[in-house]
C-alpha cells in the first residue's frame, strides 16, 4: 500500500505563507491533488494535478511536486482559509488520502 | 444545477445493511467514472468504492471489500452503495464524488450520515 504524510497542523499568520507537506515514497512520480475542507462541508478541489488550479480557486493557491513532497501553499492567508487541507494520489487502482492538516490563521 | 445529491444514511444495528443513492444533475452522468469516499466523525477521507463510466469496472478498498458493492443506473442518473454486515467503524459521512477524468475527484455530493450502533 502507499501512505501519504502530513503534519497535523500548521499556524499561520494572517497575510502571510502557509505551507503544507504531504510526503510519500517518490510522490514526484505521481499526480497530487488537493482539497480544502471547512467545517461542515464537503472538501473542495483547490489544487490538480500538483500545480493546477480550478477555476474559482484564487491564485493564493499554488501547488509543487518533487521528490518525496509535495507542497500545497497558500500566500496571503486569510481567515477564510482557515480549514482541514487533504492530499490525494492515485496509487495502484486505489486512491490514498493523507491524513489531512489542520490550518489555523492566526 | 451541477450537483450530487446524496441520500439513504440513517441509523443501523450492527450486522445490518444499507443502501446509499447519489443523484446527480446538471451533468452527464454516464459520462463520469464516479466514486464514493467517507469521512468517519473527527477523522480524515478515506477512499472507499469507485466505478466506471459504464459500470463494468470497480475498485474496492480493503476496509469494505467483500462488504460493499457499488453499482449505478446512467439512465436514472444515480449512483449506488450497497453496505451489508455493517460494524460500528462504518459510522461516518459519505460522500459521492466525480472523476474528473484524471484520477481524482472534482465535484462532491454534501455527504450523507451513516451511524452503525445497537
Known amino acids: 500500500s502507499y501512505e501519504l504524510t502530513q503534519p497535523l497542523s500548521v499556524s499561520v499568520a494572517l497575510g502571510q505563507t502557509a505551507t503544507i507537506s504531504c510526503g510519500g515514497n517518490?510522490?514526484?512520480?505521481?499526480?497530487v491533488h488537493w482539497y480544502q475542507q471547512r467545517p461542515g462541508q464537503a472538501p473542495v478541489l483547490v489544487i490538480y494535478?500538483?500545480?493546477n488550479r480550478p477555476s474559482g480557486i484564487p491564485e493564493r493557491f499554488s501547488g509543487s511536486n518533487s521528490g518525496n513532497t509535495a507542497t500545497l501553499t497558500i500566500s496571503r492567508a486569510q481567515a477564510g482559509d482557515e480549514a482541514d487541507y487533504y492530499c490525494?494520489?492515485?496509487?495502484?487502482?486505489?486512491?490514498?488520502f493523507g491524513g489531512g492538516t489542520k490550518l489555523t490563521v492566526l | 444545477q451541477v450537483q450530487l445529491v446524496e441520500s439513504g444514511g440513517g441509523l443501523v444495528k450492527p450486522g445490518g445493511s444499507l443502501r446509499l443513492s447519489c443523484a446527480a444533475s446538471?451533468?452527464?452522468?454516464?459520462?463520469?467514472?464516479m466514486g464514493w469516499i467517507r469521512q468517519a466523525p473527527g477523522k480524515g477521507l478515506e477512499w472507499i468504492s469507485y466505478?466506471?463510466?459504464?459500470?463494468?469496472?470497480?475498485y474496492y478498498s480493503d476496509s469494505v471489500k467483500g462488504r460493499v458493492t457499488i453499482s449505478r443506473d446512467n439512465a436514472r442518473h444515480s449512483l449506488y452503495l450497497q453496505m451489508n454486515n455493517l460494524r460500528a467503524d462504518d459510522t461516518a459521512v459519505y460522500y459521492c464524488?466525480?472523476?474528473?477524468?484524471?484520477?481524482?475527484?472534482?465535484?462532491w455530493g454534501r455527504g450523507t450520515l451513516v451511524t452503525v450502533s445497537s
Open positions: 464524488a466525480r472523476d474528473a477524468g484524471n484520477w481524482y475527484f472534482d465535484l
Open positions: 446538471g451533468i452527464t452522468f454516464s459520462d463520469y467514472y
Open positions: 466505478i466506471s463510466s459504464g459500470g463494468s469496472t470497480t
Open positions: 517518490n510522490i514526484g512520480n505521481k499526480n
Open positions: 494535478r500538483d500545480i
Open positions: 490525494l494520489v492515485w496509487y495502484s487502482s486505489a486512491w490514498v
